[in-house]
């Protein structure tokens, strides 16, 4: 397996992208047009695919959210490679590379029907934070927060 560090104008990256939002449609049923307005692509910087034997199973991407903060967005792993620690690599690849951008934490969003994904932020050192911005008072929303770790 390998992580590429792309831009949201990669194919393999879009592609993922329309599948994930396929699958948040089917989850978020009549919510899925409030959180859609807030997954636009087109200006994503730092965008990560993992591929196996150049097939593209997974992406992931960062934000900056703040001065201090980036925001972890489209995390998906096709369905037929879960549950093999894919989505916890595409992770720690964000992770470190917001961290070489000097960024000092990173926070996200997920949504109360997504379970095995409030189960990687826990499993990967996420903390439940009170939610931010469009999300407050969004009950089907669940925010979290880590502390991106200074290594000297």
Not at 20 to 43: C, M, P, V
Request: aromatic content about 10%; proline content about 2%.
């Amino acid at each position: 397996m390998k992580t590429i560090r792309t831009n949201s104008e990669n194919k393999d990256f879009i592609d993922l992208v329309k599948l994930l939002d396929a699958d948040l449609a089917q989850r978020d049923g009549e919510d899925h047009s409030f959180y859609a307005q807030f997954n636009k692509i087109d200006t994503i910087k730092h965008a990560v695919v993992l591929y196996e034997n150049d097939i593209p199973l997974a992406c992931g991407a960062i934000k900056e959210f703040d001065t201090d903060s980036m925001e972890i967005k489209r995390m998906y792993t096709l369905s037929q490679n879960r549950g093999k620690g894919i989505a916890s690599k595409i992770l720690s690849e964000l992770e470190k590379w917001a961290k070489e951008l000097s960024y000092k934490r990173c926070v996200l969003e997920t949504g109360l029907k997504q379970p095995e994904a409030i189960a990687l932020y826990k499993k990967n050192g996420y903390d439940v934070i009170p939610n931010y911005g469009q999300y407050i008072g969004v009950e089907n929303s669940k925010c979290f927060e880590k502390v991106l770790e200074k290594k000297f």
